[in-house]
């Protein structure tokens, strides 16, 4: 019975221990698994709003194409400028040469050249020029246009840029809390398992328990048996005032004696004995 009940505690400390040390365990996960959730709500608005503001930004092919188109204008413009300034340049060189030509004749043939020539080639020459001069400007003003064009366009795009970047980022956090995650969620499975096989130690200790009561109660029927053979030993021992005294009351031993044969066992089988020697 010591033994049993030795196993039965060691088994009991064995649960207590291992149900401390699993929900030990368990907590911490636990811990961890809401930490990586909150971080993984929080990373997802994140993601969310990186998402919004690089569609507020447009699209990249979209802003790729304005950029393209921007560029080509101010291209564009600025040959023209430079092509209506050589133009301007190439006739200034020929009004040049009528209105500062002092001799009044061609320097290559050294014909004359009438005042009323010259005046008409100035006229001419000069109104050539301003109308080159005034595209220039209109050149002007639209590339200064284009070129901011340009420069918002390259902003946005920069700013695309960085969102992207800022959204890959936060994606690759975000892949990252949800492998956590998940890693947490099969080692609280991989716990709950643990504990789940905890009942196979306590139908040890069930067992255990069992076989402690039966020993009690057997222990307990060998010490009544006991008590009754002492009583018996001691009766078969004596030949004076005892015998005389169950000599007395041996007929209501006998009556009182044989019902209980079948429930004490070897007990009574005793007294029977007693009565039967004192007879």
């Known amino acids: 019975l010591k033994t049993v009940m030795g196993q039965a505690k060691m088994q009991e400390?064995?649960?207590?221990?291992?149900?401390?040390?699993?929900?030990?365990?368990?907590?911490?996960?636990?811990?961890?698994?809401?930490?990586?959730?909150?971080?993984?709500?929080?990373a997802e608005e994140e993601h969310a709003t990186a998402?919004?503001?690089?569609?507020?930004?447009?699209?990249?092919?979209?802003?790729?194409?304005?950029r393209k188109l921007a560029q080509s204008e101010v291209s564009r413009l600025r040959n023209s400028?430079?092509?209506?300034?050589?133009?301007?340049?190439?006739?200034?060189?020929?009004?040049?040469?009528?209105?500062?030509?002092?001799?009044?004749?061609?320097?290559?043939?050294?014909?004359?050249?009438?005042?009323?020539?010259?005046?008409?080639?100035?006229?001419?020459?000069?109104?050539?020029?301003?109308g080159r001069e005034f595209r220039i400007q209109l050149?002007?003003?639209?590339?200064?246009e284009a070129e901011k064009e340009l420069a918002r366009v390259d902003v946005r795009i920069?700013?695309?840029?960085?969102?992207d970047r800022e959204l890959i980022t936060k994606e690759t956090n975000l892949r990252s809390l949800n492998t956590r995650?998940?890693?947490?969620e099969k080692e609280r499975a991989k716990i709950t398992g643990k504990l789940a096989d905890l009942?196979?130690?306590h139908k040890k200790l069930d067992e255990?328990?069992?076989?402690?009561?039966?020993?009690?109660?057997?222990?307990?029927?060998?010490?009544?048996?006991?008590?009754?053979?002492?009583?018996?030993?001691v009766l078969l021992k004596d030949s004076g005032v005892k015998t005389k005294i169950i000599n007395k009351y041996l007929d209501t031993i006998n009556k009182l004696g044989v019902p209980l044969v079948a429930e004490k066992g070897m007990a009574f089988r005793a007294l029977s004995v007693v009565t039967l020697t004192a007879r």
Request: net charge negative; charged share 40%.
């Open 139 to 144: 050149d002007n003003d639209m590339l200064e």
């Open 13 to 42: 400390r064995l649960i207590n221990e291992l149900e401390r040390d699993r929900n030990d365990e368990l907590a911490v996960v636990e811990e961890k698994l809401a930490k990586v959730r909150a971080e993984i709500v929080l």
């Open 208 to 233: 255990l328990a069992t076989r402690v009561m039966d020993l009690s109660k057997r222990r307990a029927e060998i010490s009544e048996e006991a008590e009754y053979l002492n009583v018996a030993s």
């Open 181 to 184: 995650g998940a890693e947490y």
């Open 199 to 201: 009942d196979t130690e």
């Open 51 to 66: 998402t919004k503001k690089l569609e507020e930004v447009g699209k990249i092919n979209d802003l790729e194409g304005r």
């Open 81 to 130: 400028i430079a092509s209506f300034k050589k133009e301007i340049a190439d006739l200034q060189k020929k009004k040049d040469f009528f209105v500062k030509n002092e001799k009044g004749e061609c320097p290559t043939c050294g014909q004359e050249i009438s005042a009323d020539c010259i005046t008409k080639s100035d006229a001419h020459y000069s109104l050539e020029i301003s």
């Open 158 to 163: 920069g700013e695309y840029n960085t969102i």
